[in-house]
């Protein structure tokens, strides 16, 4: 299965823009947050599967939404929200705005990080004599036009242990459904990685490496 080799071009991320609005640089940012300028760069573009768990990526939004100073309101526009009327400020229902800002924030890292169907624990004495998920690779693919949600999707199967090796275009984009695809000899893995994220596994017309998987990512799923 080829692939192209680039990314397609994306207009700056929330993140981003809340950023630039501050007039501030990506080192100055970083700086701000305490994280590295790798790992602003992550957030920004949505690669969050590039953390090495799903818990690091969670606290490095809040940590970086944080040093931007985003608040209650902005954190509801960033997340694409309807913003409430702004009540008396007091400084009790100040810290509960602030407080609230942060679960909104929070709520929206784990739409970066994606809800892709099933529980990763189901079906666990299933898939006992199977080896560790960090065993396996896995290409993931953006087959339905939406990079952020394979990206979503990527940083997903990462959480659950996988090894991500690429994230890129497939060779279409008119793929109706996200599917987990594997090579000969394969089936049980691809098997296992489709149920925990709620899917169909489906097997590739060749290849000889039993332990490398394909997920291509369909349209984003609603509901």
């Given at each position: ?112 990080l ?39 999707l ?11 090796k690429?994230?890129?275009k ?38 000889s ?15």
């Amino acid at each position: 299965m080829s692939v192209a080799p680039q990314l397609e071009h994306q207009e700056p991320s929330p993140l981003a823009s809340a950023r630039l609005q501050r007039k501030l640089t990506v080192e100055e940012a970083a700086r701000r947050a305490g994280l590295s300028y790798e790992q602003i760069e992550w957030l920004e573009e949505g690669r969050v599967y590039r953390f090495p768990s799903a818990d690091d990526a969670l606290v490095a939004v809040v940590l970086y939404a944080t040093a931007l100073g985003i608040d209650q309101d902005e954190a509801r526009s960033l997340a694409r929200l309807p913003v409430q009327p702004r009540p008396d400020r007091y400084p009790r229902t100040r810290i509960i705005s602030v407080a609230a800002g942060i679960v909104l924030l929070a709520a929206l890292a784990v739409t970066l990080l994606g809800g892709f169907g099933a529980n990763a624990k189901k079906n666990d004495g299933e898939t006992t004599a199977l080896p560790p998920t960090w065993k396996l690779s896995v290409d993931v693919l953006n087959g339905g036009g939406d990079i952020y949600y394979t990206r979503a999707l990527a940083s997903k199967i990462g959480g659950l242990g996988y090894k991500i090796k690429r994230v890129t275009k497939a060779e279409r984009f008119d793929y109706p459904n996200t599917a987990v695809y594997f090579e000969p000899g394969g089936d049980a893995y691809g098997n296992r990685l489709a149920r925990q994220l709620g899917v169909q596994a489906k097997p590739l017309p060749g290849g000889s490496n039993p332990r490398r998987l394909v997920v291509i990512a369909g349209p984003p799923r609603i509901g």
